[in-house]
């Protein structure tokens, strides 16, 4: 689970993703360094406007590039101005690390980052100038908004309670899996995932999710059909749920080699006993091909012979034993991914959404019983800086609306 000091981080990772270049160089093209914009007392130039259309080119970013690399540099301007006047200035010690921080997250070093965008066109003083922006915004919103959050102790009870309790909420939810097993796609996810955590309609995440996202259910624009119990959901991502309002997107959920983005469509409570620890046993048949049509075609063979998880057995007789998995382990202990997918499930039923080997095997995942056998509850600290994480990015999102709102933006 992030920490609220992780996800400040996150979001200023997530927008150093968005946008690469404020200081323009010397070149001789007539007009490059025009305003385009004015915000406030700070012009944005051709230059950075160009440059930020061609990151998002590069990003594979769909729509409007110009309307969209303009709102961003708005944005910024607007997220530096709030920093500096406040008297938040990064040091050259503190961008540095900014830097080797973001190239951490596509595998290389700060150095090898530099030299890689340099190909491209990109000003090492533009990226760092960036960065500094990033590092800015990042220590305003700790400042301004972290002692706001004011998560009280009926919070965490509530949120303890309806998470623990097995039928007392279930939600309908919408999902987008963004992959992050490349440099490339890691690169392109953290540049959308912060444009699809701030949507707002069921329509909208519809839309991103048919065009975005790596999963199944992308085409039925991301929604999972069925009632989920609460309680069958991986511990990080329900007090996330407990806190939105129907069309609000949980932030972005590590899970191997994607990060996951839920919406909330609806949430019931009923009046239902304590649930109890949560014990999975569920089956893996691993299939070659991965998602390919004869990957698929071999699933669905396996689905037509299979009732129970005990029917795989047969199945996978004289294979390697290695291509059949079967386990039985606390919810808290199985990979968010198969988590996930096993919390859309009643039991017999199958899911075909995960691959494993980097998309070369297919996971054929079944459910074979729901055990539950305890009543402990979630940790307090860890459901305190859930709601924290929550909160703090609410209120750094709607203080950024409140500034654009309130500032002089002008088109020259």
Known sequence: MFSAMHLITRMATAALTIGLLLAPTVTGAKGLFSPVAHVNDSAITNYELQQRILLL???RTAGDLRKEAMKRLINERLQLQAATLAGIHPTRQEVADGVDEFAERVELSGKEFLNKIAQDGVDADSFRDFVRVGIAWRQFVRDNFAPKTNITDADIDRAIQMAGTTGSARVLISE??????????????LELAPQI???RTVAEFADAATRFSAGPSRERGGRVEKWVPLSDLPANI???????????V???VEIPNALALFQLRALQETQAPRAKNLTLDYAAYYIDGGRSPAG???AAEVREQVDTC?????????QPPEVLERDALPLKDIPHDVALELAKLDEGEVSTALTRANGETLVFLMLCARIRDGGAEPSRDEVRLSLTNKRLSDLADTYLDELRANSNIRFP
């Open 57 to 59: 080119e590069a990003l």
């Open 176 to 189: 987008i899996f963004l992959p992050t097993n490349t440099p490339k796609n890691e690169a392109i996810t």
């Open 197 to 199: 955590a701030k949507l």
């Open 238 to 248: 329900r007090p996330m749920l407990l806190t939105m309002k129907p069309g609000q």
């Open 250 to 252: 949980t932030e972005p």
């Open 296 to 298: 698929l075609q071999r």
């Open 310 to 318: 005990d029917g795989l057995y047969k199945v996978a007789k004289n």
